[in-house]
């Protein structure tokens, strides 16, 4: 089994609207429209057997509606981690229906404009600990140039010391283009890392120090598809003089286990 712990698509009626929103913003292209079909066709090709949909809210109002529409994209090979807006009034309840229908949530810190560390995003974390939903954060700097860095792993590491039973995944491997503050502040911590825009930007021999350097249970295979082709970052785990055991781990065993997926 594989599973894509980062991957993103839309209801077909917006999608063409998406696409060329996220070519516009990330200044990149697709390698295929953002919709559920398309998502599948690629793992079918891939041989990849879940992908877990990844949804941002970038206006409170709309938080109900992308997870109604994730709620029923929901299936045996596609999982959801919904959204939440930090603005968004009746978030409490929306936990408990991400609860029941979800596996999950992402934030977006960038497109959401909040600091992850922020006191009035605590009260949210604690619910989500409590209910032990896994909640996935980008992490890093951000493709379309913003310079703020909002979940820098310095800021990470705040959120790890003060919810320690929170499920954390730092996307981009613990903070995109910032490796340093990444080993400084939470390599070899309980927090999971997702391999997404991790692969291209560091010597492969660094890669795989800094892969052997963190927990083993603690690593999650991701993409971030529709930006990056999945067959490209399967190549290079292929590749990597890394045990076969530790592949397994990251390709599916950590993601079934985080995902209580039998």
Not at 29 to 55: E, H, Q, W, Y
Not at 131 to 146: A, R, V
Not at 180 to 206: A, H, M, N, Q, W
Not at 231 to 243: A, H, Y
């Amino acid at each position: 089994m594989i599973i894509d712990i980062h991957t993103h698509a839309y209801p077909e009626k917006i999608s063409e609207k998406a696409k060329e929103n996220l070519e516009s913003s990330f200044r990149v292209r697709l390698i295929g429209d953002p919709t559920i079909g398309t998502l599948l066709k690629f793992m079918d090709k891939n041989k990849i057997d879940i992908s877990v949909v990844c949804a941002v809210a970038t206006r409170a109002d709309q938080v109900p509606s992308i997870n109604g529409w994730l709620f029923s994209v929901r299936s045996d090979r596609i999982r959801a981690f919904c959204a939440i807006h930090p603005q968004y009034p009746l978030w409490k309840e929306e936990l408990s229906r991400i609860k029941e229908n979800g596996d999950g949530i992402k934030l977006q810190p960038e497109f959401q404009d909040f600091y992850i560390d922020d006191k009035e995003m605590f009260p949210v974390y604690e619910t989500v600990q409590q209910l032990e939903l896994p909640i996935l954060f980008h992490c890093g700097k951000e493709l379309s140039g913003t310079k703020l860095i909002r979940s820098s792993p310095k800021r990470m590491s705040k959120i790890r010391e003060i919810f320690p039973q929170l499920k954390i995944i730092a996307a981009h491997f613990g903070g995109f283009e910032l490796w340093d503050e990444v080993k400084s502040y939470l390599l070899g911590r309980d927090i999971y890392f997702d391999t997404s825009f991790f692969f291209d930007y560091l010597p492969r021999e660094e890669i795989k120090k800094m892969l052997l350097s963190h927990p083993q249970d603690r690593l999650l295979f991701g993409t971030d598809f529709p930006l990056v082709d999945q067959k490209k970052d399967l190549d290079f785990i292929e590749g990597l003089e890394v045990s076969a055991e530790l592949k397994k781990r990251i390709l599916s065993v950590n993601a079934r286990n985080l995902l209580k997926i039998d």
